[in-house]
């Protein structure tokens, strides 16, 4: 297992390309080309984007046409995906477009890949797929580097030659998967901050413990995913991940993912007593702050130290939508100079 520490550890971004209210979604998707741009100027290793279909909150439904973009508009920067849902894909076709995307941009680029179906019953009607394609996970990955390593039924072209790093977005069976196939596993969630006491993340340490060295990966490679927000004052950094939060909690009584509002018109609509907002409410934004990392420099270094000692990460990928610009450059800004 390779260690780090809080300052030497390598750091990536995801962004999932959340809309925000009163922009439209072409400046979303410029305004992630640029941020990738500035996250190279910073010293990221990596910049991922995401695929969501139909959701109201999120511009980002191609990340392979996205990933083009962004590989075309930096230098060094890997760019990758956070990731392609393969269960809404043929395995060739994803194959295709990461061969591709690697013969134009060599050296450059992750396949991250994640085991989600579309969010609704007309998005899988519309991408040809259902709930159970869920349960052909295994099956597909294995064609899939199949055709990325030219072991296949056919040679995918242009070939791959195992060139692009896979990752699969892992839990449970997800983390045994990639344990087999010799695969590096992206993990976040609550199991991150849930822990009960315990010293170490015992799925994690089962992974290493499985894992086989493979053309991608001879040793096992964690990377922990968390929503993170940085600024001067730890209220600013709240600020920064409330409208997130509240998008967030809102889908359990609205049943989709909205476009992140102004942090101000949030603490408005949690501070009033209209009766609009319940405590119900209240608490599932205090949930999702605290299933994520913010604060001051010297808050998150201590918090991430905490993650990584916890799960002994390989690599931290900073997650996180939010809705003031300024608030986000700043963040990138002291998260490079804590960690990049």
């Known amino acids: 297992m390779t260690s780090h520490s809080a300052t030497t550890l390598p750091v990536s971004l995801l962004d999932r ?28 290793s990596r910049f991922w984007v995401a695929e969501h279909h139909g959701v109201p909150g999120i511009a980002g439904s191609a990340p392979t046409l996205l990933m083009s973009a962004i590989a075309a508009a930096t230098d060094r920067l890997r760019v990758g995906s956070g990731g392609v849902m393969l269960p809404n894909h043929q395995p060739l076709v994803v194959a295709e477009q990461t061969a591709t995307l690697q013969a134009l941009f060599p050296g ?31 099956q597909d990955l294995a064609e899939l580097l199949g055709f990325l390593r030219g072991t296949g039924r056919f040679t995918a072209r242009p070939q791959d030659h195992a060139a692009t790093p896979v990752f699969v977005l892992a839990t449970g069976q997800g983390l045994r998967w990639a344990a087999e196939a010799g695969l590096a596993v992206v993990v976040g969630g609550p199991s991150l901050y849930q822990r009960h006491g315990r010293t170490e993340h015992e799925s994690l340490a089962l992974y290493r413990r499985d894992f086989r060295p493979s053309p991608w990966f001879a040793e096992p490679y964690v990377i922990v995913s968390a929503n993170l927000a940085v600024a001067d004052t730890r209220e600013a950094a709240r600020d920064l991940v409330l409208p997130e939060a509240w998008a967030l909690a809102q889908t359990r009584v609205k049943g989709e993912f909205r476009a992140l509002e102004p942090a101000r018109a949030v603490r408005t609509k949690l501070s009033g ?24 420099p010297g808050e998150v270094r201590a918090a991430v130290t905490s993650l ?16 003031d610009p300024a608030g986000q450059r700043r963040s990138d800004e002291l998260v490079a100079g804590l960690f990049a």
Do not use: C, H, K, W
Request: without cysteine; glycine residues 12%.
């Open 308 to 323: 990584v000692d916890f799960t002994g990460a390989d690599e931290l990928l900073v997650t996180g939508g939010m809705s």
């Open 108 to 138: 450059r680029i992750d396949l991250g890949l994640g085991r989600s179906v579309g969010f609704t019953p007309a998005v899988r009607t519309a991408l040809r797929r259902d709930t159970d394609a869920v349960q052909q996970f295994p």
């Open 17 to 44: 390309a959340n809309t925000v209210e009163g922009v439209s979604e072409a400046e979303v998707l410029q305004g992630v080309i640029a941020r990738a741009q500035r996250a190279e100027e910073l010293g990221y």
């Open 273 to 296: 007593d209209a009766g609009s907002v319940t405590d119900r409410d209240r608490r599932r934004v205090q949930e999702n702050l605290a299933s994520g990392i913010y604060g001051t």
